[in-house]
């Protein structure tokens, strides 16, 4: 019996007015395993996000969470995820740690061991007034009562806005126990190497449709290595082989750096080799080089976040 996909967003399209928000979204996110979704502010994240939590009534296509409509059945899936905004705006006269109770009251959960250990870790003081709180501050409430929740889904939209990089790797911890112990995540983000960290597969999205859809592993084709080599003999017609770009030589031609196609590194390395290498170093494609690369058109907007 093949197992239901937590979210499935098929051909989704959204209009405002005359502007096409959405023009063809199509994600699939399975059970224990977390989807990095990326793009600008303005590519049509947030827009996603709130249709598959059934705030907004898509135009057309289908998106189902746990096998059910997003907009018909939106309280009963409600009652199966947790969902942090990337801003977040609370009771000003709740301390934080009574917002963090209701918000847990509200999902239908008590504050339990999670609940101290997060805000331990977090460091958050839960005394003070929401009304005093940072950007930062309202973004560890909303996060540590996500994150205390037992649901089998868990939605995060520019989740560590306003965080430092310590409370950002607190948060990414989280999202790894959540990973083992079975749950969903769909990450949200504009921050290539959060995505990159926690992501099992990872969706791009570009002026309101997915452009590529995959693991890092198999999207890695879309780049190029960068490499780095000294060898004993100089590389004097290197920039004569297939498959090398952005090529610097130095030091009599006995040290390159260049960019290198994965499908020409067979006979590039047996060129570097019959020149006696001395040092060698290749360095994959990230995030940020794939993310680059989609977005290079001369900074074209028109998107809707």
Same mark, same amino acid.
């Given at each position: !019996? ?8 098929? /051909?989704?399209?959204?209009?405002? =007015? ?9 994600? %699939? ?12 502010? =303005? ?10 939590? #059934? ?29 942090? @905004? ?5 009771? @000003? ?17 008590? /504050? ?49 806005? #306003? ?34 960290? !926690? ?19 198999? !999207? ?22 297939? =498959? ?16 290198? %196609?994965?499908?020409?590194?067979? %006979?590039? !390395?047996?060129?570097?080799?019959? /020149? ?22 001369? =900074? ?6």
């Amino acid at each position: !019996m093949a197992t239901v996909p937590v979210l499935k967003v098929e /051909h989704l399209q959204k209009s405002f =007015g005359k502007f096409q928000a959405l023009k063809d979204i199509n994600l %699939d996110l399975q059970p224990g395993e977390v989807l990095g979704f990326i793009g600008p502010n =303005g590519a049509g994240k947030s827009t996603t996000i709130r249709t598959i939590l #059934g705030l907004i009534k898509a135009f057309s296509g289908t998106v189902k969470v746990f096998g059910k409509n997003a907009w018909s059945d939106a309280v009963a899936i409600h009652q199966q995820l947790a969902y942090v @905004p990337g801003d977040v705006y609370l009771w @000003p006269n709740l301390t934080g740690g009574q917002t963090i109770d209701l918000l847990l009251k509200l999902s239908h959960q008590k /504050h339990n061991a999670r609940t101290d250990e997060l805000i331990k870790e977090f460091e958050l003081d839960v005394t003070k007034k929401n009304r005093t709180y940072s950007k930062g501050n309202r973004q560890k409430v909303a996060l540590i009562a996500a994150l205390s929740t037992d649901v089998p889904l868990y939605i995060f939209d520019e989740p560590t806005s #306003g965080l430092d990089p310590l409370n950002e790797q607190i948060f990414q911890n989280a999202v790894e126990k959540l990973k083992q112990a079975g749950k969903s995540v769909l990450l949200s983000s504009h921050i290539l190497s959060e995505v990159e960290k !926690m992501g099992d597969k990872i969706a791009i999205i570009r002026q309101g449709t997915i452009i590529e859809t995959g693991t890092l592993a198999s !999207m890695q084709h879309l780049t190029r290595n960068q490499v780095s080599v000294i060898t004993k003999q100089p590389l004097t017609d290197l920039d004569q082989v297939t =498959g090398i770009h952005q090529l610097t030589l130095q030091n009599n031609q006995l040290e390159a750096n260049f960019t290198l %196609d994965s499908d020409a590194t067979t %006979d590039v !390395m047996n060129y570097l080799a019959q /020149h006696q290498i001395v040092h060698l170093k290749t360095t994959p494609p990230t995030l940020d080089n794939l993310f680059l690369r989609y977005y290079e058109d001369n =900074g074209k907007s028109g998107d809707t976040k």
